[in-house]
């Protein structure tokens, strides 16, 4: 049956935070007595970002919390299932594991917390006595609270003694963080307000689609057009969010180094650049302008099929506009050349001086709901609170203090976090915590991942729900919802702010904070994780990040509830800090010397390219009305009905060539494997190019079919960018030819 939640403080405002992107949007709950689910939701009036906005997901957030599915207590692995899974499917089938009937109807057992947690630790202690610290892993997410994310990573290196802690945000933001910091010696998603987008006179909208995934924020870019700003969108697809542009270059996946080479050779060329400003504030622009010197716009048109005038006109409107932003996301990022791809449209910024000024910049759109805060405080394989260096011995020193440790007891530096399934495979982790994460579904090439969670001696997975990647789980514990933790969040633009707890934790469910202080108690490191409230942890949190790059030791509870959130750095203690908005005021970098760097950047091909056996590029994204692996919003019935499975888009021209009938499904296999999808023809494509959302799991998973190359410094995988076979699946009778029309399009949506 439906849960039904009870109000921690009923007679008070019941305000919270959307669970989603990273817009953070805010959202209050009103008693409904009519209403089936009791409450209903709507936007907060007065939060500054998105103030009185919610998108489809925000209005439905509520939903996913009550659902009939939530795991309400601690699950075993059931004896029957451990028969029936030595008998029956085999171990590595995710299909049998996750959905066969015999198999859920025998698959847990319920348990009360303490033989849980004393099972697991017993576990956890007789692994590592065995095989050594590092034999135990941790998996987090990047929707979690900051406070979260930092004991996550506190427990990993001081509970568990181990190196290998990881989180869904490497499949996230690492290509721009690894690019900000390689440029500007600092990484926060947008180094500006949200609220400078509207006062830019040139906005370049690269890989990323808005309009669904930060439906929010597509206002700040209408006041921008509307007050005469030229918006261009850069995409192999012409998405919702190109709707607005005065340009749209719809180029392959891939080609953003070489299309922006292009552009720097016009700029370069031709002068445009700002003289001053790199002079005085860059380093590198020898480098950089030699590196572009070979690509002229007219190659880079017969390379990109890029108009050679389209691509003179934009270069010289950024170059020639007063203030000009450029935001990138996923679709260039998550690439084995992501990083380069970044470090373009960086080199793009600084050239022209549209940095460090309002309306100005270069800016990275988050896609997790706190991706920034999880990287800044702990759960990346290389750093420590405060977005410190973990191979740093002044900062292992720090924190060292914080925790009260010797720093010769913190481990060093893991592996990313696909690496960590191939450390699995090898046999040097035998077993793993994952929380608030699916990465069956989110990883690249995930039978490669189903193949590993298979082998673990133990698996732990805490979540609302019996995710793809619970299938594979010896102990399912309850996680606690968005409106069941009291906490703190970091959004896109920096901003840190309070979300407050709504309702008292679902069922027997235990916050996820206060499930790793009493795991870390069982394994003998209480000490270290002793506290009486959550604002204890965002303290000891801000006193661990002092003196770092994320400083957040000016803030606390009271003051971001006062507030309504302030931007790190925000440094202290002493005065009250206002925070920092905009970063690099005056051309100043956090850089030796303070100037930022210019890349002499070589385009390269992607990991896989097309050939004769393989010749369509396939690439993944997001939809408006999911989020991620679709644990949450595939759950929501409002949500689920406008898009009940992943469909596959392609151009006219290709469904064609196929012999594409009404009706038909579309069959594409990679170097991994195969699937099958629905079909959609469409136009706004690029001819070679098919893409494919990404939040099922199943036969539905895309991710069976992408590659799990990585980029050697951010360890991005190559989501985006995906060498595919295509042709018409099988079906039983034959149906009408399918013509490119609007009846068409509307048949196969």
């Known amino acids: 049956m439906t849960h039904t939640p009870t109000a921690v403080r009923p007679d008070d405002r019941m305000r919270s935070h959307c669970p989603f992107c990273s817009m953070q949007c805010s959202l209050d709950l009103h008693l409904a007595p009519g209403s089936s689910l009791g409450y209903e939701l709507k936007p907060s009036p007065d939060f500054p970002v998105a103030t009185g906005r919610l998108c489809q997901k925000g209005f439905h957030a509520f939903d996913h919390t009550v659902h009939t599915e939530r795991v309400m207590q601690p699950l075993r692995r059931s004896a029957e299932w451990e028969w029936w899974q030595s008998n029956g499917a085999g171990t590595g089938d995710l299909a049998a594991r996750s959905l066969s009937s015999e198999a859920t109807s025998t698959a847990w057992s319920p348990a009360a ?13 007789q692994l590592q006595e065995r095989y050594g610290p590092d034999s135990v892993a941790v998996f987090g997410g990047g929707s979690l609270t900051n406070e979260v994310c930092y004991l996550l990573g506190k427990f990993a290196r001081v509970a568990l003694r181990s190196r290998y802690v990881d989180y869904n945000g490497r499949y996230c933001m690492s290509s721009a963080a690894a690019a900000q910091q390689l440029a500007f010696g600092i990484d926060r998603g947008l180094p500006f307000p949200l609220e400078d987008i509207p006062q830019a006179d040139y906005l370049i909208l690269a890989g990323t689609n808005i309009a669904e995934c930060q439906p929010t924020l597509m206002p700040y870019l209408l006041a921008a057009k509307k007050k005469g700003a030229v918006i261009v969108t850069i995409d192999p697809r ?13 180029i392959e996946p891939g080609q953003d180094s070489l299309l922006v080479s292009g552009l720097l050779h016009v700029i370069v060329e031709e002068r445009l650049y700002d003289a001053d400003f790199v002079a005085q504030h860059t380093e590198g622009f020898e480098a950089m302008q ?4 070979a690509f002229s716009p007219d190659r880079v048109a017969a390379l990109t099929g890029i108009p ?38 960086i080199n793009l910024c600084l050239l022209c001086g549209h940095i460090g000024k309002p309306g100005s910049g270069f800016g990275s759109v988050t896609g997790q709901a706190n991706g920034q805060g999880g990287r800044e405080h702990g759960l990346k394989a290389d750093q420590l609170p405060g977005y410190r260096s973990i191979e740093d011995p002044d900062a292992r020193a720090h924190v060292a203090g914080v925790w009260g440790l010797d720093p010769r007891e913190l481990p060093g530096k893991g592996v990313s976090a696909y690496e960590l399934f191939g450390k699995v495979l090898d046999g040097d982790i035998k077993a793993m915590i994952v929380l608030g994460s699916n990465p069956v579904v989110s990883s690249p090439n995930n039978a490669r991942v189903a193949e590993a969670l298979a082998k673990l001696d133990l698996l732990v997975v805490v979540d609302l729900f019996e995710t793809e990647t619970a299938a594979y789980a010896d102990w399912l514990l309850p996680g606690t919802s968005f409106l069941e933790v009291e906490g703190t969040m970091t959004n896109l633009e920096g901003r840190v702010f309070y979300r407050p707890r709504v309702f008292e934790p679902a069922g027997a469910s235990m916050s996820d ?3 790793l202080c009493a795991l870390a108690e069982r394994l003998g490191r209480g000490r270290y994780f002793s506290y009486s409230s959550m604002s204890e942890v965002f303290d000891e949190l801000c006193r661990a990040s002092a003196g770092g790059k994320a400083d957040y030791s000016g803030l606390s509870y009271p003051r971001l509830q006062e507030a309504q959130g302030l931007f790190w750095p925000c440094p202290g203690p002493g005065q009250a800090h206002p925070g920092t908005p905009r970063l690099f005021a005056g051309g100043v970098f956090p850089r030796a010397g303070g100037r930022a760097r210019l890349h002499a950047i070589a385009p390269q091909p992607p990991a896989e390219v097309v050939d004769t056996e393989y010749p369509y590029l396939l690439t993944t994204g997001r939809l408006g009305g999911h989020y991620l692996s679709g644990a949450q919003t595939r ?10 499975e992943p469909v596959a888009e392609l151009h006219p ?33 690029h001819p070679r190019t098919i893409f494919v959302p990404f939040h099922w799991g199943g036969d539905l998973a895309v991710n069976r079919l992408t590659n799990d190359a990585l980029h ?38």
């Open 238 to 250: 012409r998405t919702m969010t190109s709707k607005i542009a005065n340009h749209q270059l719809t």
């Open 513 to 515: 904070a206060w499930l």
């Open 308 to 345: 050679e005038g389209t691509i003179r006109q934009v270069a010289r409107g950024f170059a020639g506009a007063k203030r000009g932003i450029v935001l990138t996301a996923r679709g260039l990022e998550q690439q084995v050349n992501g990083v380069e791809h970044t470090l373009q449209y």
């Open 635 to 644: 759950r929501t019935d409002a949500l689920a009905k406008k898009a009940p």
């Open 290 to 293: 030699e590196a572009v010197r």
């Open 653 to 685: 021209a290709l469904a064609e060539q196929l012999r594409l009938r009404v009706g038909d499904r579309v069959r594409l296999t990679s170097r991994r494997g195969s699937l099958d999808f629905a079909a959609k023809v469409t136009a706004d494509i």
């Open 712 to 749: 050697p410094v951010s360890r991005m995988p190559e989501f985006k960018v995906c060498a595919v076979r295509a042709e018409r699946a099988r079906t039983e009778q034959a149906a009408p030819a399918l013509v490119h029309t609007a009846k068409a399009d509307a048949l196969s949506d």
């Open 113 to 125: 917390w303490p033989e849980a947690l004393d099972d697991i630790a017993a576990r956890i202690r």
